[in-house]
């Protein structure tokens, strides 16, 4: 019996772990794939209080995790095939066990959104990718196109222009959804073509990707760029499977929590990118994080130890 399981080795829950394990609780965190969630994803990191020089997102999240398992978090890498949320124990089914706690922490984060097109996943790993940061190397010298307007977008197509031969970005409207400084940057690069109201149609190539065919919202007009890569940057949606008709959630899948951290069901919490807020980034995941392990810390003081 464990006081406290969380559920996602992203920011989030390694904070949340981290908080529960210096407070005195007996605290497991379960993680499928990596820990640090799509921080290990990003570039570089410059937004984060107390880095006041960029890092790397793979170095982040390991210093998370390093400081996390200082104060004794337990982090075991497993998939979780079932929840057990009704009832005062909480139960945590994997591949290879059943575990029981107290409280719970949802921290399961999000993951990129696709366009749905053909040849989308039968192509990703040859051509299609999610992660500039991760795939960017295989493609020195070479084109690529992004596609998306916002941050991730921006960050990912000023990453690759450091390394490709060119970048294409490519976006429905004629401006950027990205922060002023980071849309600054792309336009100012001469490395970066632009490619305004407009949208990939298809992803070209026999058994890879050769390029993309890009269709103009206003007029119709279609144009097919040879590129050798394309990364897909048009959002997030919150890894929420897992706990689809168990606790409240947003149509969009996030889950509805109070400032607390609490969900409609009694002992259990939500924290970071599965959480409906108005704003996802590293520092509020983190603060949710914080929250919803002193919120289950209260918890259990009230419930078990009365």
């Given at each position: 019996?464990?006081?406290?399981?969380?559920?996602?080795?992203?920011?989030?829950?390694?904070?949340?772990g981290?908080?529960?394990?210096?407070?005195?609780?007996d605290?497991?965190?379960?993680?499928?794939?990596?820990t640090?969630?799509?921080?290990?994803t990003?570039n570089?990191?410059?937004?984060?209080?107390g880095?006041?020089?960029?890092?790397s997102?793979?170095?982040?999240?390991?210093?998370?995790?390093?400081?996390?398992r200082?104060?004794?978090?337990e982090?075991?890498?497993?998939?979780?095939t079932?929840?057990?949320?009704?009832?005062?124990?909480?139960k945590?089914?994997?591949?290879?066990?059943?575990y029981?706690?107290?409280?719970?922490?949802?921290a399961?984060?999000?993951?990129?959104?696709?366009?749905?097109?053909?040849?989308?996943?039968?192509?990703?790993?040859?051509?299609?990718?999610?992660?500039?940061?991760?795939?960017?190397?295989?493609?020195?010298?070479?084109?690529?196109?992004?596609?998306g307007?916002?941050d991730?977008?921006?960050?990912?197509?000023l990453?690759?222009?450091?390394?490709?031969n060119?970048?294409?970005?490519?976006?429905?409207?004629?401006?950027?959804?990205a922060?002023?400084?980071?849309a600054?940057?792309?336009?100012?690069?001469?490395?970066?073509?632009?490619?305004?109201?407009?949208?990939?149609?298809?992803?070209?190539?026999?058994?890879?990707?050769?390029?993309?065919?890009?269709?103009?919202?206003?007029?119709?007009?279609?144009?097919?760029?040879?590129?050798?890569g394309?990364?897909?940057?048009?959002?997030v949606r919150?890894?929420?499977?897992?706990?689809?008709?168990?606790?409240?959630?947003?149509?969009a899948?996030?889950?509805?929590?109070?400032?607390?951290?609490?969900?409609?069901?009694?002992?259990?919490?939500?924290?970071?990118?599965?959480r409906?807020?108005?704003?996802?980034q590293?520092?509020?995941a983190?603060s949710d994080?914080?929250?919803?392990?002193?919120?289950?810390?209260?918890?259990?003081?009230?419930?078990?130890?009365?």
């Amino acid at each position: 019996m464990k006081d406290i399981i969380i559920v996602g080795g992203g920011l989030a829950g390694l904070t949340a772990g981290m908080y529960a394990q210096r407070g005195g609780l007996d605290t497991l965190l379960f993680e499928k794939m990596f820990t640090g969630g799509q921080a290990s994803t990003t570039n570089l990191i410059e937004n984060y209080p107390g880095f006041d020089e960029p890092i790397s997102g793979p170095d982040f999240a390991m210093k998370i995790e390093n400081h996390a398992r200082k104060f004794g978090l337990e982090i075991l890498y497993d998939e979780i095939t079932d929840l057990e949320l009704e009832g005062k124990i909480k139960k945590v089914k994997t591949e290879n066990g059943v575990y029981e706690c107290k409280a719970l922490i949802l921290a399961m984060g999000a993951e990129p959104r696709k366009l749905g097109l053909d040849k989308e996943d039968e192509f990703r790993g040859r051509g299609v990718s999610y992660c500039a940061t991760c795939d960017g190397a295989f493609y020195r010298g070479k084109d690529v196109v992004v596609v998306g307007g916002g941050d991730t977008a921006a960050e990912d197509a000023l990453f690759l222009s450091q390394y490709v031969n060119k970048v294409y970005l490519v976006h429905r409207r004629d401006t950027l959804r990205a922060t002023k400084i980071l849309a600054d940057r792309v336009i100012a690069s001469n490395k970066i073509e632009k490619i305004w109201d407009s949208t990939v149609e298809a992803i070209l190539g026999e058994n890879q990707v050769t390029g993309i065919r890009v269709a103009n919202v206003k007029t119709g007009e279609k144009r097919e760029i040879n590129v050798d890569g394309i990364f897909i940057a048009i959002g997030v949606r919150p890894n929420s499977d897992l706990i689809k008709d168990k606790v409240k959630m947003s149509e969009a899948g996030y889950v509805l929590t109070n400032d607390s951290m609490e969900t409609n069901i009694p002992g259990v919490f939500a924290a970071g990118d599965l959480r409906q807020k108005p704003l996802l980034q590293l520092v509020t995941a983190a603060s949710d994080g914080a929250v919803a392990a002193y919120s289950a810390q209260r918890y259990i003081i009230e419930k078990f130890d009365e």
